[in-house]
């Protein structure tokens, strides 16, 4: 498989590979205002741990491991407007907070996205937690935050937000 590049238009801004909270359609769309696309990918070397006393997870360098998660990619409308993808990759910087780091890595699509075919590799951005300390050796279980964490992290959320 080859690494696809994006149009010449986002080489600045690549897709959003997410992993943990940002997953989730409820949660995306609060932090978010554009409209976006998103499919099934992975990233190789990093995996996906649990964080002492918070819902979230943390994406960790790990040379062997992978982690499977969602890449969002810009409706044409919003592709073709670079401030509003500005201003939405800027509300996901501020999310984030300073515990992660947002870096380019490339992902392997699960399933089509835009003009791209499953199994095709794009560049994304991924956010990387910066503080080791505080990663459980465990491994952060989807389905628990789909069922449940869910809803103490939009609350939370929605609380830090009204403050």
């Known amino acids: 498989m080859s690494f696809n590049a994006p149009p010449a238009i ?16 409820p949660v995306w769309s609060r932090v978010v205002a554009g409209c976006y696309t998103s499919a099934c990918a992975r990233v190789s070397g990093f ?13 960790i360098p790990s040379a062997c491991s992978m982690i499977e998660g969602r890449v969002y990619w810009p ?18 910087d501020h999310f984030e907070d300073v515990d992660y780091e947002r ?4 992902v392997e699509l699960l399933e089509p996205l835009a003009s791209w075919s499953a199994g095709e590799r794009i560049a ?11 990663v459980l050796d465990q491994p952060w279980d989807v ?8 809803h103490e992290f939009i609350a939370s959320y ?6």
Request: charged share 25%; hydrophobic share 45%; glycine share 2%.
């Open 124 to 134: 994304a951005w991924i956010y990387v937690f910066r503080e080791p300390s505080r």
């Open 10 to 25: 986002f080489a600045a801004k690549p897709a959003i590979f997410t992993y943990g909270s940002l997953m989730f359609e």
């Open 103 to 106: 870096v380019q890595v490339e």
């Open 143 to 150: 389905q628990w935050f789909a069922d449940t964490g869910i």
């Open 158 to 163: 929605v609380k830090r937000r009204t403050m």
């Open 75 to 92: 409706s044409t409308s919003l592709a073709l407007d670079p401030i509003a993808q500005a201003e939405d990759l800027a509300a996901l």
């Open 47 to 59: 995996t996906r741990r649990k964080i002492r006393d918070v819902t979230y997870p943390a994406a």
